[in-house]
């Protein structure tokens, strides 16, 4: 189906929604950035050659969002919708889909913000091979159902609601699991099961780890696999807490799930 038009909203970007969104920033930049770290200036490489030219673009105001309206880029972001109208590819929209209106807000407000940085990124190419897996619905992310009207987050505080929330935003089901015991996906990491992991641990314990990156038992998480410093980044103390009272109130039942 079409896509729907973008909102005419303007984002006031005051100082409190910049330092928002500069922490949800983190989110993004595992794959728009060349150093997994802000600023968002795009992904160092093509995400997937066999299939065609996928670089994540560079998100600065030197990159193509200088072309954007806010509510474009909010768009591009809750719906995996690209200015022309066309789908986004590998743009996990689904995860963003959640994303409430003050959030998603404070993000752009900080886009607009950051340090431009005169980069050009290739444009997406697929090849035959990758529009066909395209078409037929087989990478991982698809664009997402217009939004209509206003979407709130959940209270913030550390609950198990916000913490759905979060676990959302932060991607964590893509690779540890739907029900985040244990992912199988081949397209990312295979990560653990969390609901295992985290019976053992209290919630000081898996904050200490997430701003660490060293578990209670002393072992390093591994970088490569688990953007740590990005999720410390992103998430104050109260928020992993409200991830880890969330993960806890799940049932473990010992099946990995894509």
């Not at 079409?2 to 928002?20: F, H, K, L, N, T």
């Not at 950051?114 to 290739?122: D, F, G």
């Not at 087989?138 to 217009?146: E, G, L, N």
């Not at 103390?237 to 806890?248: G, H, N, S, V, W």
């Amino acid at each position: 189906p079409p896509a729907a038009p973008a909102s005419d909203v303007q984002i006031e970007g005051s100082p409190a929604q910049i330092a928002r969104g500069e922490r949800l920033a983190h989110l993004c930049a595992s794959c728009h950035s060349t150093t997994g770290d802000l600023p968002l200036d795009g992904s160092m490489g093509n995400f997937s050659p066999g299939i065609g030219t996928i670089y994540a673009p560079n998100l600065t105001p030197g990159g193509a969002l200088q072309s954007r309206s806010d509510g474009e880029i909010i768009r591009a972001i809750r719906e995996g919708v690209h200015q022309n109208g066309r789908a986004l590819i590998l743009m996990p929209s689904d995860q963003f889909h959640v994303m409430g209106d003050a959030d998603v807000r404070a993000l752009v407000a900080y886009l607009r913000t950051q340090p431009a940085v005169e980069r050009q990124i290739p444009e997406t190419q697929l090849t035959l091979l990758g529009a066909v897996l395209v078409g037929a619905g087989i990478f991982p992310y698809s664009p997402q159902p217009p939004i209509a009207g206003p979407v709130e987050a959940p209270p913030s505080g550390a609950t198990a609601e916000y913490g759905e929330y979060l676990v959302t935003l932060a991607g964590c089901r893509e690779c540890h699991g739907e029900t985040l015991q244990g992912g199988t996906s081949q397209f990312v990491p295979v990560g653990p099961n969390l609901l295992a992991i985290l019976a053992q641990w209290s919630a000081e314990e898996f904050v200490a780890t997430i701003r660490t990156g060293v578990d209670p038992y002393g072992n390093a998480l591994n970088l490569e696999t688990m953007p740590w410093p990005a999720y410390a980044a992103a998430f104050e103390d109260a928020e992993l807490k409200a991830i880890y009272t969330y993960i806890r109130t799940l049932p473990l039942t010992g099946e990995a799930t894509e």
